[in-house]
């Protein structure tokens, strides 16, 4: 049985609104997590990762509204009134609530793939490494533009995607989209990569979770785009479905890189400061056996009745040993912006995990 386009909406609407709740979900997740870290490293929250965070949101709930409309006007309020019915409604390319939610994919895309470059260019700190990556970006703003235009020019009836000048201004642009996350996903990963080696020998933690971490947005992105890509090519409605799904998922990418990073990096600064507490406690037990025994000595020469004052010999022939002091010192050190540049090859877990997440890497999460 061929999947038909009421069929593939009413699945694709269903589909998305699930993705929707779990974005939704991570979107609060998100917003704890930048609170809690800013606590953490006692600093302001990032309101830029705040702001695109919002943006996502924003741009999800209004595709999930205009499917919702789009799917009620052409099985309910128009199946009898569009000429052809609720296949025809669903097929048009010109059709208002297809032209908006394009209009908001379009938006969401460049959103996404933006701050996935900015996030290279926070870890790689050049910007001939993402010259590349900005001109794809462009590039895919140019041809969303032209695939939108060339479908609102669409006359009424003249047919589908697949048969129209439409369709390959849109496999450019999934082809765009998808070479630019494969590339921008490989720089970040392998940077975070050469990294870990570089620091491997002088810190305790290791940064190739964060690597999976940036490795597991990227293919879920990837796949989801593949899979619109192969689906368009091969002119099936499936890419209907794909295409609704894409939406959420894009805020999801972006909402799981901050909300993995922060939970490590909060769970490894607690591991810090147990650690610490410890120690602190251990070397506050040894200084008070120290103080003990210099008090036994002295009552142990007291106590003699004597009254005489002890010689060094006798003193060393007590039987109450001297406890050990433990010194434990604390060194604070205060870099300027230029030494922090300067340094970045040797630059510590922590701040490159945060650095990752997309967030400005002179001011963390």
């Known amino acids: 049985m061929a999947l038909t386009l009421d069929l593939a909406a009413v699945i694709s609407t269903t589909l998305e609104g699930i993705f929707y709740g779990f974005s939704v979900f991570m979107f609060g997740m998100t917003l704890y997590?930048?609170?809690?870290?800013?606590?953490?490293?006692?600093r302001q929250v990032n309101y830029r990762m705040v702001a695109v965070s919002w943006a996502l949101l924003i741009c999800s709930t209004a595709h999930m509204i205009i499917d919702i409309v789009r799917v009620c006007n052409g099985l309910v309020y128009k199946r009898d009134t569009f000429p052809?019915?609720?296949?025809?409604?669903?097929?048009?390319?010109?059709?208002?609530?297809?032209?908006?939610?394009?209009?908001?994919?379009?938006?969401?895309?460049?959103?996404?793939?933006?701050?996935l470059i900015y996030r290279c260019y926070v870890v790689w700190q050049s910007w001939l490494i993402v010259a590349f990556p900005i001109l794809l970006w462009f590039w895919i703003g140019i041809v969303s533009a032209v695939a939108i235009h060339a479908s609102a020019t669409v006359p009424a009836g003249a047919g589908t995607v697949f048969l129209t000048r439409v369709g390959q201004w849109i496999t450019a642009f999934y082809a765009s989209t998808l070479a630019t996350n494969f590339l921008v996903s490989i720089l970040l990963g392998y940077k975070i990569w050469i990294s870990n080696r570089r620091t491997s020998r002088i810190r305790q933690g290791s940064l190739l979770p964060v690597v999976r971490v940036v490795a597991d947005a990227g293919l879920l992105y990837?796949?989801?785009?593949?899979?619109?890509?192969?689906?368009?090519?091969?002119?099936?409605?499936?890419?209907?479905?794909?295409?609704?799904?894409?939406?959420?998922?894009?805020?999801?990418?972006?909402?799981?890189?901050?909300?993995?990073?922060?939970?490590?990096?909060?769970?490894?600064?607690?591991?810090?400061?147990?650690?610490a507490s410890i120690d602190v406690g251990s070397g506050h037990h040894h200084h008070s056996r120290g103080h003990s025994g210099s008090r036994s000595g002295s009552g142990g020469g007291s106590g003699g009745g004597s009254g005489r004052v002890l010689t060094v010999g006798e003193l060393e022939s007590q039987a109450h040993p001297m406890g050990r002091l433990q010194v434990h010192i604390t060194k604070m050190r205060e870099t300027d912006r230029a030494t922090f540049e300067a340094e970045m090859e040797n630059d510590t877990g922590s701040e490159l995990d945060r650095k990752v997440?997309?967030?400005?890497g002179r001011i963390g999460i």
């Not at 479905?241 to 939970?263: A, K, N, Q």
């Open 222 to 275: 990837s796949a989801t785009l593949t899979a619109a890509l192969a689906c368009f090519v091969q002119k099936s409605n499936g890419q209907y479905i794909v295409l609704d799904i894409v939406t959420p998922i894009i805020s999801i990418t972006f909402y799981m890189v901050i909300i993995r990073v922060g939970l490590a990096a909060t769970h490894r600064s607690s591991d810090h400061h147990s650690s």
């Open 84 to 115: 052809g019915g609720p296949i025809a409604f669903f097929s048009s390319p010109s059709e208002s609530t297809f032209i908006a939610k394009n209009i908001v994919y379009l938006f969401q895309t460049l959103l996404g793939d933006g701050v």
């Open 357 to 360: 997440s997309g967030l400005d």
């Open 33 to 42: 997590i930048l609170q809690q870290n800013s606590r953490r490293l006692d």
